[in-house]
């Protein structure tokens, strides 16, 4: 049984940060590429991030570039989403979620284990 579970999310002030964290219960955990979306009310769910199985392949949203970074601890079977320099933009709830494959896509149809989602509200 693989469950994903995040943690970290929260309210923040403009141009502050925060760090979500997801632990990967299941084996295997190395073999697969994980990815954080987000969802903002009344929008899609998006791929704001995503990293291979070794995480040295990644990808950020144009609208997070420069300001997230996506990490993975495979010891602890854990990913990671460092978030600063937040906008009001960015709130949402975001949810991590295991790729199919030890790479990724953008699609969320390609991902098969998701987390419930933490919400992550900035004020301005």
């Known amino acids: 049984q693989v469950q994903l579970v995040e943690s970290g999310g929260g309210l923040v002030q403009a141009g502050g940060s925060l760090r979500l964290s997801c632990v990967v219960s299941g084996r295997f955990f190395s073999n697969y590429g994980m990815g954080w979306f987000r969802q903002a009310p009344g929008k899609e769910r998006i791929l704001v991030a995503a990293a291979s199985l070794t995480g040295s392949t990644t990808y950020y949203d144009n609208s997070v570039k420069g300001r997230f970074t996506i990490s993975r601890d495979d010891a602890k079977n854990t990913v990671y989403l460092e978030m600063s320099s937040l906008k009001p933009e960015d709130t949402a709830v975001y949810y991590c979620?295991?790729?199919?494959?030890?790479?990724?896509?953008?699609?969320?149809?390609?991902?098969?284990?998701w987390g419930q989602g933490t919400q992550v509200t900035v004020s301005s």
């Open positions: 979620a295991r790729s199919e494959s030890a790479g990724f896509t953008t699609y969320a149809s390609s991902y098969d284990y």
